[in-house]
């Protein structure tokens, strides 16, 4: 083969390769996809491997339902096997770290495998499409280890936040620290014991950034907030914070990232955000022993 040929198969391969993208086309199992970007030398996604990505979903009308890049937090997922045909999973499957590419999955289809009803943004008959950017693909040990060093950062970032923040507001001779790097700053004085992992307790709080500006608050819902200690119900700081007063006592939680919301967004309060609770211990009752924790749930937040 002269170099005139080999020059002309090249070209081919390339064109072929330039055709395949953007054009919609389907797996062996319906998927519907369209690849935007794809190298053959990136590290592709194994099953139970931890895919970072950002999404774009839209409906059939193109109305966006979620835009991961405006809120500021790409989706981290394990990759599982696909629970249906031409699921999102396994459109997922076929990516690598750096693809973009966009697939088009049935709504009824979807919503039907989830057991759900249609809501009423989405037709029936329609289809969804997800359009995604990898970031990246870890292997569940290498997810691990960034978590860990990024958290070992950010410890130290937030500890000197917090005390700064004291400092210029003169609350460090008050300011009791624990093992944690939660602080706790007494108000108002209670009396009796405090309530231990188990006990239901009924608080008021008011959750606010240190530059003030409040999130959330039970005053405005009317009625205090009811929960079990120590059951993984609340953020760390809550449950740690809430043992160390007593029945009337009022006091101030700085809780840091790690024992707050942690590095993702949740609502209105970005990741890696240090909070502020004005807490009060309204009442508690002696309860069973803390069951083993579940997934936490933070405090409402708007």
């Not at 931890?50 to 835009?67: A, C, E, P």
């Not at 997800?130 to 691990?144: A, D, G, I, P, R």
């Not at 009811?226 to 160390?244: S, T």
Request: hydrophobic share 35%.
């Amino acid at each position: 083969m002269n170099l005139k040929t080999i020059g002309y198969a090249m070209g081919i391969t390339i064109l072929a390769a330039a055709c395949n993208k953007y054009r919609t086309q389907v797996t062996e199992n319906g998927l519907k996809y369209q690849v935007f970007e794809h190298e053959d030398d990136s590290r592709k996604a194994k099953l139970g491997d931890i895919m970072s990505f950002h999404l774009v979903l839209k409906n059939g009308s193109d109305s966006t339902l979620r835009d991961t890049y405006k809120e500021g937090n790409p989706v981290k997922m394990v990759l599982q096997a696909p629970p249906f045909k031409g699921s999102f999973e396994e459109g997922l499957a076929m990516l690598s770290a750096g693809d973009s590419a966009k697939f088009l999955i049935n709504a009824d289809t979807l919503f039907a495998k989830m057991m759900q009803p249609m809501p009423p943004m989405i037709k029936k008959g329609s289809e969804l499409s997800f359009t995604v950017k990898v970031l990246s693909v870890l292997t569940s040990e290498e997810f691990q280890k960034q978590q860990s060093e990024a958290s070992g950062k950010q410890k130290g970032v937030d500890a000197k936040v917090i005390e700064d923040y004291l400092a210029k507001n003169n609350l460090k001779a008050k300011a009791r620290k624990t093992a944690s790097g939660l602080y706790y700053i007494p108000q108002v004085e209670g009396s009796g014991p405090s309530p231990a992992a188990g006990d239901n307790v009924k608080v008021h709080y008011t959750g606010k950034f240190l530059d003030g500006k409040e999130f959330d608050s039970s005053k405005n819902q009317g009625k205090p907030l009811d929960l079990q200690i120590g059951a993984g119900m609340v953020i760390p700081g809550w449950e740690e914070g809430i043992m160390l007063m007593k029945k009337g006592e009022k006091g101030l939680l700085i809780i840091p990232s790690g024992l707050a919301y942690g590095p993702e967004a949740y609502g209105p309060i970005p990741g890696n955000s240090v909070l502020q609770f004005e807490m009060e211990l309204i009442d508690f009752s002696k309860g069973p022993a803390a069951p083993a924790a579940g997934p936490q749930i933070a405090p409402p937040a708007k």
